[in-house]
């Protein structure tokens, strides 16, 4: 889902900079781009680590939540 999710994004950042496929790019869609890779790339990952740095699981709540599984699979069995 989030490798979909993704991919449409993505396509849809290429598509309003203007990026054509097999042909010569603009000026201002080349920079677009190197936006779109360098400074855009970096801040979603540091929201993201900003995000996820307070999550912890303990051995304990990784056990819980196989046990909840496994209680799932067998009440579908």
């Known amino acids: 889902m989030a490798t979909a999710i993704g991919q449409f ?7 309003l ?3 054509a496929p097999d042909v ?9 781009l ?3 890779v360098g ?4 801040v979603v990952t540091l929201v993201a680590l900003f995000v996820f740095r307070n999550i912890r699981f303990e051995a ?10 496994d209680a799932r699979r067998l ?3």
């Open 39 to 42: 400074p855009l790339q970096s």
């Open 75 to 77: 009440k579908e069995a």
């Open 24 to 32: 010569t790019q603009d000026p201002t869609t080349l920079w677009w």
């Open 34 to 36: 190197v936006m779109l």
């Open 17 to 19: 900079v203007g990026y």
């Open 9 to 15: 994004f993505g396509g849809a950042l290429l598509d």
């Open 60 to 69: 304990s709540d990784i056990a819980d939540a196989q046990a909840a599984l």
